[in-house]
């Protein structure tokens, strides 16, 4: 960060690449195994407070945001899926790729939004935007678990009972999680760094239910962050990531999970992921510039928010992840083309949005958040 003025998260992720499996072996495959609970952990705070971000009465005044992220979602997702059926991989290894495409990284677009100061038209949109493709994602991989159940064998009564389950319990636990917000903020000061370690808390507690419950840990965090704007519009001053606590915790998501990439998987579909992450990027630079007029922004605003939609990481990991716990047999070809795309978008992905929000000057600390003064 210092010498070459890359974000934090791009050396976090080179760090986690360094110590891994296929270079230094610090971290071994076994310790892996064992962070899956941290992930899902980290995860489920920036989607909770990327929820809390997310105005949907703003989607009223300009319903142009949400065609705009419905349109370039389905690009992506269409693009990346007959891009991947060209190269021969199956019908369910196809889809699989292409849901996981759709989604753009919130622990990505959370931090560097943060470490940036970054606010403005752009940067609203960008979490908005990213809200939807994470909401999209989960829903669509949950769809694409029915066909996979199908056509693995099993009756139509279980393909689709077991995404049901997953959905109307998802909605009961982000009930449940924002019903505990509101406690906590009644009766204790949201600006202090003890209150932020109480919804912490809160918060692994409810992973732990998810878990216990068979449920994903994306989708009820996120859901509970919206149901707490929604019903409560008072702003809510907690502190970035939660306080202390949750900003090592970040540090630690993008190092376990550049641990987690591997550069045999990187030889092994390099290619193909270079070409996919060309056609998941223009497809969504491309979804954007074609509402970005009729819903309000300039040409150089949409073009910034499109290329600020390239981060892939953390959503995409853990969705791969869980197809292939349930479907092992899918497991090496998902593994060599998703985690090839991790590899790159977890490095580049950062920069890409970094130079976005600093190039339409929404970014306050500017030169500052990656560079020799980044704090």
Excluded at 84 to 92: G, P, T
Excluded at 172 to 190: N, Q, S, T
Excluded at 229 to 247: A, E, I, M, N, Y
Excluded at 312 to 321: K, P, R, Y
Aim: net charge positive; hydrophobic share 55%.
């Amino acid at each position: 960060a210092r010498f070459f003025s890359l974000p934090r998260i791009t050396d976090y992720s080179l760090i986690g690449l360094l110590c891994g499996p296929s270079v230094l072996g610090w971290i071994g495959e076994r310790e892996l195994l064992s962070m899956r609970l941290l992930i899902d952990l980290v995860l489920a705070m920036l989607l909770f407070e990327i929820g809390i971000r997310v105005n949907l009465r703003w989607l009223r005044h300009n319903p142009l945001v949400l065609v705009s992220g419905l349109i370039e979602s389905l690009l992506a997702f269409t693009a990346v899926f007959l891009t991947v059926r060209y190269l021969n991989y199956s019908f369910e290894v196809s889809l699989i790729v292409a849901t996981v495409s759709v989604a753009t990284s919130p622990a990505v677009v959370m931090a560097m939004t943060g470490q940036l100061k970054a606010r403005g038209q752009v940067t609203d949109r960008l979490l908005m935007l990213t809200a939807i493709n994470v909401t999209l994602a989960v829903l669509m991989a949950k769809l694409v678990l029915v066909f996979a159940h199908h056509s693995h064998g099993n009756d139509w009564v279980t393909a689709i009972s077991h995404p049901l389950y997953q959905l109307s319990g998802s909605l009961l636990v982000a009930y449940v999680l924002a019903k505990g917000f509101y406690w906590l903020r009644r009766y204790f000061d949201p600006a202090r760094e003890q209150s932020s370690l109480m919804l912490f808390i809160f918060l692994a507690l409810t992973m732990v239910l998810l878990q216990t419950l068979k449920l994903p840990a994306l989708l009820a965090p996120l859901l509970a962050g919206i149901i707490v704007k929604q019903t409560d519009p008072r702003p809510h001053v907690w502190p970035l990531h939660f306080g202390s606590v949750g900003g090592v915790m970040v540090i630690l998501l993008f190092v376990v999970i550049g641990s987690s990439l591997t550069l045999t998987h990187f030889r092994v579909g390099a290619s193909i992921a270079l070409l996919l992450v060309l056609v998941r990027c223009g497809a969504k630079l491309l979804g954007v510039l074609l509402m970005g007029k009729p819903s309000g922004l300039s040409m150089r605003q949409s073009l910034a928010l499109g290329v600020g939609l390239a981060p892939m990481s953390g959503v995409a990991f853990v969705l791969t992840s869980d197809v292939g716990q349930l479907f092992p047999a899918l497991n090496a070809e998902l593994e060599s083309v998703v985690l090839s795309m991790i590899f790159v978008l977890e490095l580049a992905g950062p920069i890409l949005l970094q130079r976005s929000l600093i190039w339409i000057g929404e970014a306050e600390n500017g030169e500052k958040s990656g560079g020799k003064h980044g704090t």
